[in-house]
């Protein structure tokens, strides 16, 4: 036998067979809209880093946080849908327009650390929501209390911090929001499933969890990758 000789089926490996037709044509949609959302938001913050608009970062944020809201209060439907993808769209490029004093942060210490994050983020990305999408059913969604329990003492750790000034505190917070948010691409992504299974196809809204959990993990490394450097640099002087 030709132990070198080995047929791969590709068409098994891919195969969702716990997931229904309509909620995998459903799912095409939330990943295409989420790929514009990258475009848009690489966009905004080349923009943001290219055109110095640090003074513009509280209007931006809020006005990603006003299009986020009108986004979750328009009604998904026929008529609404091209409205709510401009909100989408705008949401975005704001989004990653608020990027851009992060990103100019690092590339101060090391522009390096902008392209490791990123990759970094796209892996862990891909890798948790693979496993969502090859699991069981309802598998991960009983990490939603844990989750969001875990988001309650984060933000307790940041208040007391405030006090503490703690270095040790910010970094083990750190750490943990990054675990945390690897957490949600898997909660995440199982709750798309289950809600498109029972008839909720808001795949911008969807689109929106999805994109968020992203963005959080890229600042999440982006913050740990400029800190790790700053402290390298330290040692060496």
């Known amino acids: 036998m030709d132990v070198f000789n080995r047929n791969i089926n590709f068409d098994a490996l891919f195969k969702f067979s716990h997931i229904s037709a309509s909620t995998q044509q459903h799912l095409k949609k939330v990943y295409a809209s989420f790929a514009l959302c990258m475009f848009l938001a690489a966009a905004g913050a080349y923009i943001n880093v290219v055109a110095q608009l640090v003074q513009f970062g509280l209007l931006t944020g809020l006005g990603a946080l006003g299009l986020m809201i009108w986004l979750?209060?328009?009604?998904?439907?026929?008529?609404?849908?091209?409205?709510?993808?401009?909100?989408?769209?705008?949401?975005?490029?704001l989004t990653g327009v608020n990027l851009g004093p992060l990103l100019e942060m690092c590339i101060t210490i090391n522009p390096s650390i902008i392209p490791t994050a990123f990759m970094g983020t796209a892996v862990i990305f891909s890798c948790f929501s693979l496993s969502a999408l090859f699991a069981k059913r309802r598998a991960y969604l009983y990490l939603g209390g844990v989750l969001f329990s875990g988001l309650f003492l984060m933000l307790l750790f940041s208040l007391v911090n405030i006090f503490l000034g703690s270095s040790w505190l910010f970094t083990a917070n750190l750490y943990i929001g990054l675990m945390i948010m690897c957490g949600f691409v898997l909660f995440d992504t199982q709750l798309i499933i289950e809600k498109a299974e029972n008839g909720d196809k808001d795949y911008i809204w969807h689109c929106v969890d999805l994109f968020l959990d992203f963005v959080n993990i890229f600042r999440e490394l982006m913050v740990i990758l400029s800190m790790n450097e700053s402290n390298k640099k330290k040692k060496e002087k």
Do not use: D, I, Y
């Open 72 to 93: 979750m209060a328009t009604p998904h439907s026929q008529e609404t849908e091209k409205r709510r993808l401009g909100m989408l769209t705008g949401f975005a490029f």
